[in-house]
């Protein structure tokens, strides 16, 4: 549900009644993650996948009927020789799919209001839901905001809502998507209820050292990825809004002063682009040491060579020299600025999720590797919805 909060928030906005589907859970390949989300309004309107094809169809009609019903579902979908082609997976996965209603009067409708207006506005928040056990419980949701209350409850014993929320601050603390399972006492013994929290964080940052032609490109590229973009560079001539309109945010300083000064986390991406000395080495000595996702420096490999003794001269170890890619990008054959973006953004996005770089033609390599983030973004990649 929070993987299309945007859309679903101006439906609520408008007093729209709709249905949203949310895959819940995956087995073997499949084109689509837990958090993935399609919903259908009153007026058959439809936003969002599930599956990228496979079985929207299906999806679609059990929202229609759950708006026509009211009634939460939770429905599987596989790979078989008999439905391959009209509602199985043909890649061979399994996914499973909550469908909810989210009517005018709908029990939930508050709390799911209450997310998709948070998640909209870039807040951290986890939505839990019961998707399997019994049916008086099944759908009712919690949310859990980063750092403070929950609103709205399961039901049940009141331990239930304590083990839930917290089961959920973890998950959403770690920025995963995922099932887990409970008793309807809250305790681990007992009839087993199956939990889905939703985590959705606010967009990880890109920071783009170097206001040059080569950054304009990978602006609309980390854009495009869902990261929240920034622009520094010393040189206000060259950091203006004219030239990166794209950006979130355009800052004139220093880029290692700005680097010590603003927030990062285990999310952010570095693009060093500027290859100057008097820029790069200071900007690296403190990126290198900071808990960041990807550091990666633009330059010739003669450059990366000297950029390398002179970090190793600064006092740099190992280890830390060992998390700079340097040239950044992947071997693409770029030329042009889109180009040399797309190598960037496509090492970025391999390093995430543990990729491999090499062609899928002729490789035994996973399609979809499974590194632990089930997020939204995702970015929200983010966390997923």
């Known amino acids: 549900m929070l993987d299309i909060a945007d859309e679903l928030n101006r439906w609520i906005e408008?007093?729209?009644?709709?249905?949203?589907?949310?895959?819940?859970?995956?087995?073997?390949?499949?084109?689509?993650?837990?958090?993935?989300?399609?919903?259908?309004?009153?007026?058959?309107?439809?936003?969002?996948?599930?599956?990228?094809?496979?079985?929207?169809?299906?999806?679609?009609?059990?929202?229609?009927?759950?708006?026509?019903?009211?009634?939460?579902?939770?429905?599987?979908?596989?790979?078989?020789?008999?439905?391959?082609?009209?509602?199985?997976?043909?890649?061979?996965?399994?996914?499973?799919?909550?469908?909810?209603?989210?009517?005018?009067?709908?029990?939930?409708?508050?709390?799911?209001?209450?997310?998709?207006?948070?998640?909209?506005?870039?807040?951290?928040?986890?939505?839990?839901?019961?998707?399997?056990?019994?049916?008086?419980?099944?759908?009712?949701?919690?949310?859990?905001?980063?750092?403070?209350?929950?609103?709205?409850?399961?039901?049940?014993?009141?331990?239930?809502?304590?083990?839930?929320?917290?089961?959920?601050?973890?998950?959403?603390?770690?920025?995963?998507?995922?099932?887990?399972?409970?008793?309807?006492?809250?305790?681990?013994?007992?009839?087993?209820?199956?939990?889905?929290?939703?985590?959705?964080?606010?967009?990880?940052?890109?920071?783009?050292?170097?206001?040059?032609?080569?950054?304009?490109?990978?602006?609309?590229a980390g854009g495009f990825l869902g990261y929240h973009v920034t622009v520094c560079d010393a040189r206000p001539v060259f950091a203006t809004r004219v030239r990166f309109p794209e950006a979130d945010d355009i800052v004139v300083d220093w880029p290692h002063r700005y680097l010590q000064q603003t927030p990062t986390d285990g999310r952010t991406v570095v693009c060093v682009l500027t290859h100057d000395v008097k820029f790069d080495i200071p900007l690296l000595e403190v990126a290198l040491r900071l808990p960041v996702a990807f550091v990666g420096a633009m330059g010739s490999r003669r450059t990366h060579e000297d950029r390398d003794r002179r970090l190793r001269e600064a006092g740099l170890t190992e280890r830390e020299l060992a998390r700079l890619r340097s040239p950044i990008g992947l071997d693409l054959g770029a030329r042009t600025p889109e180009e040399t973006a797309l190598s960037i953004a496509a090492e970025i996005v391999a390093a995430r999720h543990g990729g491999s770089g090499v062609p899928l033609t002729g490789s035994a390599t996973p399609i979809h590797h499974d590194t632990g983030e089930r997020e939204t973004s995702a970015p929200g990649e983010h966390a997923a919805a």
């Open 14 to 220: 408008q007093g729209r009644d709709f249905a949203v589907a949310t895959v819940v859970a995956v087995s073997g390949s499949a084109p689509r993650g837990p958090g993935a989300a399609l919903a259908v309004d009153s007026e058959g309107t439809a936003i969002g996948s599930v599956s990228g094809g496979c079985v929207e169809g299906a999806v679609y009609d059990l929202c229609v009927q759950a708006l026509h019903d009211g009634e939460t579902v939770r429905e599987r979908f596989g790979y078989s020789d008999e439905d391959a082609f009209a509602v199985g997976l043909t890649c061979g996965g399994v996914i499973e799919v909550l469908v909810t209603p989210v009517g005018a009067d709908a029990p939930g409708r508050t709390v799911f209001e209450a997310a998709l207006s948070a998640a909209a506005e870039g807040r951290a928040v986890g939505l839990a839901r019961v998707t399997r056990g019994p049916v008086e419980l099944l759908g009712r949701a919690l949310l859990v905001h980063s750092g403070g209350p929950y609103e709205g409850g399961l039901g049940g014993h009141p331990r239930l809502d304590r083990t839930a929320v917290a089961e959920t601050r973890a998950l959403l603390e770690a920025g995963r998507s995922g099932e887990f399972v409970v008793s309807e006492s809250g305790s681990r013994c007992g009839a087993p209820l199956t939990l889905f929290v939703e985590s959705r964080l606010p967009p990880p940052r890109m920071i783009v050292f170097g206001a040059v032609d080569f950054a304009a490109a990978l602006v609309r």
